[in-house]
């Protein structure tokens, strides 16, 4: 009999271990504020740039500019035949470019920066110059005004150009060179 008791109540003691695992609740609850700020500073940047950028292109009577679907504006300084070449994934590009501030401060001159050979979307170059030269045909010349998240954005370039600022530049095709693959 003492066997039978001890041999049960094992048995309900295993039975009463058995229950299923509970959810462990948070400490704290984390309440998003840091990316709802973060969202408001990011928006108010953008208008205050558009604006900046909007003042420009109303004060400047002597081109067209054209709205890209990138999000940046440009005017064509050399344009060639609407029917040419425009580069696609892996062509070589030989560009010129310089780079100036908003209110047109020189930051890296057509010389500083020296002609450069860019395999199109398989090497980093900041955004707004990757898509703009998506634009652009050999032979052609363009002036773009990127806002500061399709330049440098928030990080700058770590030398003279610094965090969220937009940027002006001067872009010429020289040469296309078609991906032979």
Do not use: H, W
């Not at 070589?92 to 020189?106: A, D, L």
């Amino acid at each position: 009999m003492k066997f039978n008791f001890l041999y049960i109540l094992l048995i309900v003691v295993s039975f009463m271990g058995c229950k299923s695992p509970e959810a462990r609740k948070p400490i704290s609850v984390k309440t998003g504020s840091f990316i709802e700020n973060s969202a408001e500073r990011n928006i108010s940047l953008n208008k205050k740039e558009n604006e900046l950028i909007d003042q420009i292109i109303q004060n400047d009577s002597l081109n067209d500019y054209i709205s890209s679907n990138y999000g940046f504006y440009y005017y064509f300084n050399t344009k060639v035949d609407s029917t040419s070449y425009l580069p696609q994934f892996g062509d070589i590009i030989n560009f010129n470019y310089n780079i100036k501030s908003i209110n047109g401060e020189t930051i890296y001159s057509k010389d500083e920066i020296k002609t450069q050979n860019y395999a199109m979307d398989k090497e980093e170059i900041f955004t707004g110059l990757r898509e703009g030269l998506k634009l652009l045909s050999e032979g052609e010349t363009a002036t773009f005004i990127f806002p500061s998240q399709k330049a440098f954005g928030y990080y700058g370039d770590e030398n003279k150009i610094g965090t969220n600022i937009p940027l002006i530049c001067k872009v010429s095709v020289n040469k296309i060179t078609k991906n032979q693959q």
